[in-house]
């Protein structure tokens, strides 16, 4: 199958048009000694029905969330997706447009970017977003490139309850910055502010994230003000669906909120694509990676919408970019606007309760020892008497994906379980995972 | 073609936020018969977000309204140079919503998740082959950081290799993101000139690489759209230095299955998957990066990587010597999925995929360059760089004005001032899914626009004329910026100094 416009006698018209006798004359620039001089070793062709079938078989082999009962998240949530969603999606003017260069070619693209910068700037209380980073781990690497030319410092801060993959993703893209980076430990689950300003003394920023990792409710406001304290920058990565019931990080005086879009209107979809975002108050406009929407007006007063404030970007300022960033996330940003409108105020309320009250519950009726202390939005650690990986095994066996094995990335938790509870669980999937946990641990 | 002449229903899109009512809503979420959660106060929001409050119908018809005012490739013709704007399959959204697909967890057990890291590592073994080169991570978000990777890969071999090396050189007609990517990796940057005939300047380039020299960056066919002829040579000059290279796959389009990067010499190769493999541009994404290399890079390579062991599949994040991780996961899976399918739909067909790129573009070329003019005569490859140049100095009409004027011909403009070295520039890439009679009708617009240029220039100056606005304050959006809606009340944005 090809999807291929030209028929033969296209073909000739052409090359009469163009003056040569065959395509092969057309290549004649590319030297002898690089052509491949064969065909490429790649599978014969499929048509339409024959690449279904083989994809949908490949598909077959997955255990996805709606094949099992599953508690699964650590930094990526099953949470709702509405159907308006795939209005954005199923568009082909929003599927297959580009970067929207020719503003009055994109008029709506560009407007709904807006309005998705509005929408994060809204949830995170910040003065203003960009259209999108890669995800919620690259926008960490982006604040700290934000920090290092904003300060003298040379560090920056993690708190080892940031997720471990943003962590991992700093820590590759530091050396480049000229950045070290530290981490200061949690302690019973959440981070100690004053070890946090002890750490931060000489930085450029510390990251947290509220909700942590470890599925705790950090002192966030405490750990915002230890930050400032020690002369850093406070950058908080959180969860836009949290943030109908928590406070919004620029209420407690952090500079910059960043985070995972993914739970807000994408599909898991094995990791992605998804998007991140990035909010900063207003005195970091100038050095904010990416792409940025604004209003103006046309010639005749119009208002209309464009990318602004290029000169941080890198096709007018090459090697003084704010980033490289270039192709963004884009549409799925776009799918989150939807989620979040289809939501409103009190929708996104509403499920945040439902996750307070789910993990609540899951504490109450789960057979096992929670790890921490501290309250939960929607992921309760609990401690297993055996090995939690051999736990996951035990339960998947009977249906049921009981959670994330913390032993993955925390040293000292391999008897620790991460159980996630979106609006998607009910009261009778908790008791049948708390049924299943008591079956496979007992 | 006929200039479209909208109604004026079409230029009006009030915001999410103007169209809200108090009280109105579409979601309601569940909410299961459990007490109120126990949180400390301090942690509560003190202030509801404004969101906007619609009805399903209402936000259905906004975003309906939107994607009215956006033009995409489904719309029509989008020679967007350089972006390889090409027709994207229906059937890869289909198959990217397989439940199996769409709702796999990324922290799933392998053993849950054979068929997705059987299509990964299949996907792997087809871009190895398609570059030449034998190893392959799928996990870089996107081009840029496609780009950022292979420099950091270069930096780790040094390391390992105990070489103090700090400059990458690039060319003169590199896509911003190549000296951003180097900036952004702590290198230094060098750069190399392009000769008469479009190649990189070998004088110019045998002075500027030496032992300090970690690598060059390098897209080839270059950004002028013509095919580098003595890559060879410049292959030779950076291995002789001790030296990489690196491959910008942006205009890998132009050579699948013909020329591949791995036997042009390089060492380093990313492709775009939302260009050459069509993952839909998404209005900005989401996009693909994966980054082959040689074996004595692979080890440096990102972690996890998907191998086969037997007939299972596993992520192997055990790579004592790897950069560490780029992204989250193992890469934007969902891409992977669209670009497989794609890559088997060709099969080896790959190579008339590429062949009718390059001939698309010379058939526009071939009947453009009597009107506008050609800096560099020679056949192109899948795409081309105009200037209008002439133009500007007989009728005072820019590449701007072309390019606006197209639009009313329901035309998509080129890349427009791009690369640098070309003044004027109009960068048009038709790519190889566009039909004869789209090319005959872009030939038509671009040779009017000629003559308009000639007898009513200020039908240029003025476009365009049909599209829901006309041309913008660009300037004020800059001077006095507006980033997000202001509700009642709000102050607008201030900046510290």
Known sequence: MSYLSITDADREAMLAAIGVSSVAELFEQVPAGVRLGRELDLPPPLGEAELVRHLEELASRNVHTGAELSFLGAGIYDHYVPAVADVVLSRGE?????????????????????????????????????????????????????????????????????????????????????????????????????????????????????????????????????????????????????????????????????????????????????????????????????????????????????????????HIRREKATSNITTNQTLLALAGLATLSWLGPDGLREVGETCLALAQHARERIPLEPAFEAPSFKEVAFRTPLPAREVVRRARELGVHPGYALGRDYEGMDDVLLVALTELRTVEDVDRLAAVLAEVTA | ???????????????????????????????????????????????????????????????????????????????????????????????????????????QEDEAAQGALELMWRLQEMLAEIAGLPAVTLQPAAGSQGELTGLMLMRAYFADRGEERDTIVTADTAHGTNPASVAMSGYKLEKVETDARGNLDLADLRGKVNERTAGLMLTNPSTLGLFDEGIEEVARIFHDAGALLYYDGANLNAVVGISRPGDMGFDIVHYNLHKTFSQPHGGGGPGGGPVAVRDTIEPFLPAPLVVRDGDAYRLDSNRPKSIGRVRGFAGPFGVFVRAYAFIRAYGPGLREMSEAAVLNANYVLAQLRDVYELPY??????????????????????????????????????????????????????????????????????????????????????????????????????KQPVLRYLFDGDPALVEAE
Request: include cysteine.
């Open chain 2, 377 to 478: 005569d020679r056949h192109c490859m899948h795409e081309f760089v105009l200037s209008a140049r002439e133009l500007k100095r007989e009728h005072g009409i820019t590449a701007l004005d072309v390019a606006k004027r197209l639009m009313d011909y329901g035309v998509h403009p080129p890349t427009i001032y791009f690369p640098l070295v070309v003044p004027e520039a109009l960068m048009i890439e038709p790519t190889e899914t566009e039909p004869k009679e789209r090319l005959d009708e872009f030939v038509d617009a671009m040779r009017r626009i000629a003559g308009e240029a000639e007898e009513h220039p200020e039908l240029l100056h003025e476009a365009p004329h049909g599209r829901p606005v006309r041309r913008l304050d660009e300037v004020r959006a800059v």
């Open chain 2, 1 to 107: 073609m006929s200039v479209p002449r909208p109604g004026e229903a079409w230029r009006e899109a009030p915001l999410l936020f103007e169209r809200s009512r108090p009280g109105r809503r579409a979601g309601r979420p569940p909410q299961p018969d459990l007490p109120p959660a126990d949180v400390p106060e301090s942690l509560r929001r003190s202030r509801p977000p404004r969101l906007p409050e619609l009805s399903e119908p209402e936000l259905v018809r906004h975003l309906t309204t939107l994607a009215d005012r956006t033009f995409g490739v489904d719309t029509g013709f989008y020679p967007l140079g350089s972006c390889t704007m090409k027709h994207n399959p229906r059937v890869h959204e289909r198959l990217a919503s397989l439940p199996g697909f769409r709702d796999l967890h990324p922290h």
């Open chain 1, 94 to 314: 929003f599927l297959t447009a580009y970067t929207p260069y020719q503003p009055e070619m994109s008029q709506g693209v560009l407007q709904a970017i807006f309005e998705y910068q509005t929408v994060v700037c809204e949830l995170t209380g910040m003065d203003v977003s960009n259209a999108s980073g890669y995800d919620g781990a690259t926008v960490a690497a982006d604040a700290c490139f934000i920090a290092r030319h904003v300060s003298d410092r040379r560090k920056v801060v993690l708190a080892e309850a940031l997720n471990p993959q943003v962590r991992q993703v700093v820590k590759t893209y530091a050396p480049g910055f000229g950045l070290e980076v530290v981490e200061v430990p949690h302690r019973g689950g959440v981070t100690d502010p004053d070890e946090l300003t002890a750490a931060a003394r000489d930085a450029a920023a510390v990251i947290f994230q509220q909700p942590n990792f470890l599925g705790c409710l950090e002192p966030a406001p405490d750990l915002a003000e230890a930050a400032r304290e020690a002369g850093a920058l406070a950058i908080a990565h959180v969860d836009l669906m949290s943030l109908g019931v928590l406070e919004a990080p620029g209420a407690y005086g952090c500079a910059i909120a960043i985070g995972e879009g993914q739970s807000a209107g994408n599909w898991p979809s094995y990791g992605g694509p998804h998007y991140g975002f990035l909010a900063a108050q207003s005195e970091f406009v100038r050095r904010m990676p990416g792409r940025i929407v604004g209003e103006t007006v046309d010639v005749d007063g119009r208002r209309a919408y464009v990318l602004t404030l290029q000169t941080r970007e890198q």
